[in-house]
């Protein structure tokens, strides 16, 4: 049995090193292969004419962008070209020169004036500035390799070498890129060679030859692998802001612009976000057509230099963009915007701004450091103008103060006095763009519409638009004749008005100028509606109440035992002067020892009476309370009468004549102690006198039960 156990032994041992052979064998075998994969090969790249080369890509930007980002011409085809700068800026309508009509004080009736020359037109101006298209590289050199200037090559792994009709469906896109790429590469770009143009910029405008005009584009799928798009420019209104990409795929683009269909609008921050949220590279940004909403926050975009956001139905108020550094341009025309404006005179560099045919109010901020080339704020509700505009060059400029709409006052016009001062309040008067004050010394004359007409009937808010104003005001009759513009040295704006006694209460629209109006450079025009109303004063009379409220009175009756125990309690009430009878109760096993009944009168204050009662021998077993009896109102004013009974009396209490101490009383209900709730007269139950109660069976039961248990623990603890 030993002998066996030693042989078991030895073979385990054996097994056990051949284990481990084995277990070194592997560990050697996978140290090899892990080896072999640190080995270095070194591959012979192919020619440039293999299709199936991928493009090798780079960080690096070629010289000729930079000359493209820096304006410098660029050689196409050998020809220098300089920067093309598109801008399709129209001068809006030119202003009318409206004709100075002076009144003098001794006339009666106003000079004729004759109609302006110019006409203003009835149609909106709907021009949207364009942004600057970038100037188009040349051609790369035959031998150059193609360098990718954003995007790694991780981006667009699954279409380099692939037909540009398997990663880009709509087919209008692809016409669209090919044809740009094409003309700026002097090649032919195809759906077969598309993706090897990944890395090269991109400028798509859709008013180029290469755009699609017939099919449009519907889906934009496969422009994201494009990450050095520079400028994007959709004029197409088939074009959907829904079908737009963000554009965070390109984070070179620096010309943006959109024009919408003027029927679908989009919320502007909500664009903002939905499309351009990390395009801070931008410099020009045109949104046309297709915002409502507020102004969005820009903010983030420091490097923007035109802001287009003409023709779109934007509210609120005009943010201060001063903190946008290099802001060059900003348009806001057509739109529904409103409020006072800011200081834009304090912005950096700002040098073009339209912000007309909007509903701006207030007056004009101080504009002596403002030094722009344009500045165009017509057809809008502001209360001040400009003397001059002086351009940034120091010299006279356009000045397009004209066309203000505003709002004037109420006058209420009776007896002989039919004076009236219609500026004051509504009208700030003209600034000094040299001083940014007001200049007191420039005053306002009457503007004549047409046929000599300086005053019609009607409210200016009945035009439908402002562009139309002129025509409705032609068509509107003239009230000329019930006013007098007259001289007041006191009114530095200038005149008061006098209407006649049988001018009719209504509405009417004055028109406005400033005295130094220039007809070839303009100045100050405003539409001042104001109403007239003949309601004689009424001297207001306090209203006499022809039902004085009326106060109520409050008796409480409590009836106490002899001990003083309450044993019932009522109340009464009336109106105070009245009188009451209290009558006491009949309670079961009591009788009333004192008066029975009380008269008086009620009080505002409340009164108490106390009916005292003893116990009688026999009352019986639960006897009931009788219901209360209904008081019986006595002559006013009459006293409680007061006689004794066996000692005691009932009494009540009046403001001149205090309480006895007797059994029977009166107190005033403010000064009586808290008593018991009222009880159910219906059916209360008395105790009886000489009454006995037993104790319950159950209750002597129990009594019976512990006893024993008790007795017989005593006796096991005795024995």
């Known amino acids: 049995m030993r002998q066996l156990n030693v042989s078991e032994t030895k073979e385990h041992y054996k097994s056990y090193k051949a284990g481990k052979r084995w277990v070194y064998a592997c560990l050697t075998v996978a140290a090899l292969g892990l080896g072999t994969l640190g080995v270095t090969t070194t591959a012979n790249a192919a020619t440039t004419s293999d299709p199936a080369v991928e493009t090798t890509q780079s ?9 493209e980002a820096a304006g410098d011409p660029v050689k196409t085809d050998g020809q220098t070209t300089e920067p093309e700068t598109k801008q399709n800026e129209t001068k809006p309508a030119e202003t009318p020169a409206p004709t100075k009509n002076e009144d003098s004080v001794q006339q009666d009736q106003p000079e004729t004036t004759t109609e302006p020359a110019n006409t203003v037109t009835s149609e909106k101006k709907e021009v949207t500035q364009e942004p600057e298209k970038p100037v188009v590289a ?44 094409s003309q700026s590469q002097g090649e032919a770009v195809t759906d077969a060679n598309l993706s090897t143009y990944l890395d090269h910029s991109l400028n798509l405008d859709t008013n180029d030859s290469s755009y699609p005009t017939a099919t449009g584009v519907a889906s934009f799928e496969g422009l994201q692998y494009f990450t050095n798009l520079t400028s994007f420019r959709a004029t197409d209104p088939q074009i959907s802001a829904d079908s ?53 926050d820009l903010s983030a975009y420091q490097k923007l230099e035109t802001i287009n956001f003409s023709n779109n139905q934007l509210t609120g108020t005009l943010p201060d963009l001063g903190n946008l550094p290099v802001l060059d341009r900003l348009d806001v025309e057509n739109n529904q915007m409103s409020g006072t ?58 000045n397009y103060s004209w066309y203000q709409f505003l709002n004037g006052k109420t006058y209420n016009l009776f007896g002989t006095d039919q004076t ?54 032609a068509g509107q009759s003239s009230a000329t004749a019930d006013f007098v513009k007259v001289a ?87 109106k105070v002067g009245d009188t009451y009878t209290a009558q006491a109760d009949q309670l079961a096993g009591y009788k009333v020892t004192g008066k029975s009944n009380v008269s008086g ?50 009494e009540i209490s009046t403001p001149t004549k205090s309480a006895k101490a007797m059994t029977a009383t009166v107190t005033p209900l403010r000064t009586q102690q808290s008593v018991e709730q009222t009880k159910d007269r219906q059916t209360v139950t008395l105790p009886q006198t000489n009454e006995q109660r037993t104790l319950s069976p159950v209750v002597l039961g129990l009594v019976t039960l512990l006893t024993t248990l008790g007795l017989g623990g005593w006796l096991r603890r005795h024995n």
């Open 59 to 67: 960080s690096e930007q070629p010289a000729s962008s930079e000359k």
């Open 138 to 181: 040349s051609a790369p050199a035959q031998n150059m390799t193609r360098m990718a200037k954003i995007a790694p090559r991780e981006t667009a792994p699954s279409v380099v070498g692939q037909d540009a009709s398997e990663w880009m469906p709509d087919a209008g896109l692809r016409t669209w890129i090919e044809g740009d790429l």
């Open 244 to 296: 737009l990409p963000d554009f965070s795929f390109a984070p070179n683009l620096r010309f943006f612009t959109y024009l919408g269909d003027n029927q679908h609008f989009t919320d502007a921050a909500q664009f903002m976000k939905d499309h351009l949220i990390q395009n801070t590279a931008l410099t020009n940004l045109a949104l046309n057509y297709s915002l409502q909403g507020s102004f969005p």
């Open 341 to 398: 404006l800011p200081n834009f005179g304090n912005w950096p560099v700002l040098n073009v701004l339209n912000i007309s045919n909007n509903d701006f109010s207030g007056a004009l901020p101080d504009l002596k450091n403002f030094k722009a080339s344009d500045f165009r704020e017509y057809y809008n509700q502001l209360s001040s103008g400009l003397l001059t505009f002086y351009n940034d060059q120091g010299q006279a400029s356009d």
């Open 420 to 473: 009236f001062d219609p500026l004051t309040g509504v009208v700030a008067g003209i600034q000094d763009m040299k001083t940014g004050q007001i200049d007191p010394s420039e005053n306002f004359i009457v503007y004549g519409f047409s046929k000599g007409a300086w005053v019609v009937s009607g409210d200016w808010n009945d035009a439908g638009s402002k562009a139309n104003f002129l025509n409705w005001a």
């Open 488 to 574: 007041d040295p006191t009114n530095p704006l200038g005149f008061n008005l006098i209407a006649s006694p049988d001018t009719p209460a209504g509405t009417y629209t004055l028109g406005i100028m400033n005295e130094n109006y220039d007809n070839d450079l303009g100045g100050y025009v405003g539409f001042i509606t104001f109403k007239i109303t003949h309601d004689a004063p009424v001297t207001p009379v306090t209203p006499v109440d022809p039902t004085p409220s009326q106060q109520t009175g409050t008796v409480t009756i409590v009836e106490v035992d002899q001990q003083g125990k309450t044993l019932h309690q009522r109340t009464m009430t009336g």
């Open 601 to 650: 009168s009620y009080t505002a204050a409340g009164d108490t009476v106390t009916f005292t009662y003893a116990t009688v021998d026999n009352g019986g077993d639960g006897d009931q309370v009788l219901p209360d009896k209904p008081a019986t109102p006595t002559k006013k004013d009459q006293q409680a009468e007061v006689k004794g009974n066996g000692g005691q009396a009932a």
